[in-house]
């Protein structure tokens, strides 16, 4: 193999790393400006996630250099992973600009509810981007696995948050706009988690060779 | 190597061939020349000799039969006709009266000439003699010239070159073995002539040797220092790949890798201001960021380090952020506890200066604005004390002094303070010569009795005991008061 390609293969691992650390910030940034209603780091993170946006394209034009090569097994198994990686990831950064919208929306008004469920159902989404970027450095099969087992919490919680608003809207009326924006916020972690599960399925089929849609 | 002995094995093999081949070829034509011109010349004198008794030569040659011998006999007449020949017809011959041989004969009575033929392969040797007659007689014999030689052994040289080289090469690829064996089992000691080499490899052997041991007693005393070092450290390459990290940086960074050595720092941490700060670091500018690692405030700097990568530092600031943190606070309270005051002194005084005040009120404010900046003289006199422990010059003014003689002069000052209060004090103990700044310790005695007095009961009682223990002495002041909640 030329020392070029195996080059471009490390790069494309470290472009990935990068990437999923941006996410990280991100992600985490997005909950502590929803729960401090903090409209300028709400504005400071729609910014920084054009980042992800920019990586995401930077990984896409590697990845189609590396297949003209014609990678073969693991490798080809790494780049059409990491292919589909960056979409789901990408749609990670995009759920948190929609999440750090309506923050900045919400920032001037006083909150209908207290955060209880949405800052823990955040907590776990984080924890789980945290863990499918981790196992894919790791290369960890078991961490990835967690991540998948991780979505049901996720959900859970989503149940939660959902009888809390309708309970809420059923109270008082004059909720129901908050209360939708709420429910969308809820929504966004739980795609957010979802897109965690997707990344760590990927990074299971990198290592394995088979994707958990087989099973 | 092993070419180098073919090719000048070769060499060798051919030129000797040849050199022998020429020599020999010199030398043995040499020898049949003479051989050849003696035989000649002795044919030609024998028959000179015998012609001499017999009347016509002529005729009597001519039933010699002379055509059986191989040597040619050639007659010629004094003008130079070619009287008899016995290889070919005398009548067809040209005048040989102006060849060398015939020319010599005639003036000294012998000649002797040698002519090569038109391809130079073969020359013929002429011996002329003068019979009584006056005629010339000439015996003549031709012979491979030495390029004719030549000629006709060049299959054979060729073919015994060919020969030798076959053979040759046998012996040298045998050779070769042989000498090239032990050198590349490096066993020097075959051969004398190698001695010395072997000599020098040793000796850089050696030298190498203690160099790298010098090297490796050097990275050891490295890897120490910082192994023991509590601040992180991380040296990376331009791609950013960890060279070598010690035990705090990977306590710092927490990552679960058995070794971090070849790893890229991406795997190590991608939190995205530790990876700005690498990146600055690797395009060769400094670069700074605070981060907390295990709950501790970490500061840490990424340094270009040229033609190597960077070096990342980690320092662990917990404390200097506490302090910074504690200090924030003290001067903010400090600021709120001598606003507090001054605001009612100026209160009290605005409401004198507008003369809205009534002249019996003057009075009782300006007791006011006194107790106030008295507290506030109290809390000025606090900060100063606090500054002089921030300066630590405490130590600068300790001294040895008498603990049990000056807790009873403290308990004295304030013996009128506990009559009004109804209050006894009494003091327990040895004597103790201590050595500490005296008067913080007298501080510390008088606020404690004033406190305990202060908030007692009537009839009740402060107790200060003295007693000693292993590393000093134990100052217990008890009262029988309302006690002090802890927390």
Known sequence: ?215 | MKKRIYRSMWSLVLLSVLTVTFTCSFVFYELFSVQTKHAVNSQAILLQKSLKYVSDPLSYLSTLKLSEIEDRVTVIATDGTVLLDNSSNPKLMENHGNRPEFLEAKKNGYGIDTRYSKTLREKTYYYAVKLTDGSILRVSKTINSIYGVFFSVIPIIGLSVLLVILFSNLIASRLTKRIVEPINAMQFGFYDELSPFAKTIENQRKLIEEQLSNLESKANTIKTITEGMKEGLLLIDQEGNVLSANQSAITYLNSKFASFEGRNILELSRDIHFVGGVKTALTGENAEITAIYQNKTVQVFFNPVLQVGAIVLFLDITEKANAEKIRREFSANVSHELKTPLTTINGYAEIIESGMAKVEDVQLFIGKIKSESTRMIHLVEDIIHLSEFDENNIVKSFQSFELLDLTKEVSERLITLAQEKSVSITVEGEPFEIHANQRMIDELLYNLIDNGIKYNKVNGNVTISLSKMDDGVKIVVSDTGITILSG
């Open chain 1, 1 to 215: 193999m030329s020392h070029r390609y195996e080059e471009q293969l490390k790069q494309l691992n470290n472009l990935l790393i990068e990437m999923g650390g941006w996410l990280e910030y991100v992600i985490s940034f997005t909950i502590q400006a929803l729960v401090k209603q903090d409209a300028k780091l709400a504005q400071t993170i729609i910014v920084n996630a054009r980042e992800i946006d920019i990586k995401e394209k930077e990984i896409e034009n590697l990845c189609l250099k590396l297949l003209l090569q014609h990678p073969v097994a693991g490798d080809f198994r790494q780049v059409s992973s990491a292919l589909k990686m960056v979409t789901d990831m990408e749609r990670i950064g995009d759920q948190c600009e929609g999440i750090c919208e309506l923050t900045k929306l919400l920032a001037k008004e006083e909150y209908i509810m207290e955060l209880v469920y949405i800052p823990k159902m955040a907590e776990v989404t984080t924890k789980m981007v945290n863990e499918a970027v981790d196992a894919f450095v790791k290369k960890d099969l078991e961490i990835a696995k967690s991540v998948i087992l991780n979505d049901d919490i996720v959900d859970e919680y989503y149940r939660l948050v959902r009888n809390d608003i309708v309970a809420l809207i059923q109270q008082d009326a004059a909720h129901a706009e908050q209360a939708i924006d709420f429910m969308q916020i809820a929504k966004y972690l739980e795609r957010i988690g979802d897109h965690a599960v997707n990344i760590a399925e990927w990074v299971v089929y990198s290592i394995t060779g088979v994707h958990n849609s087989e099973k």
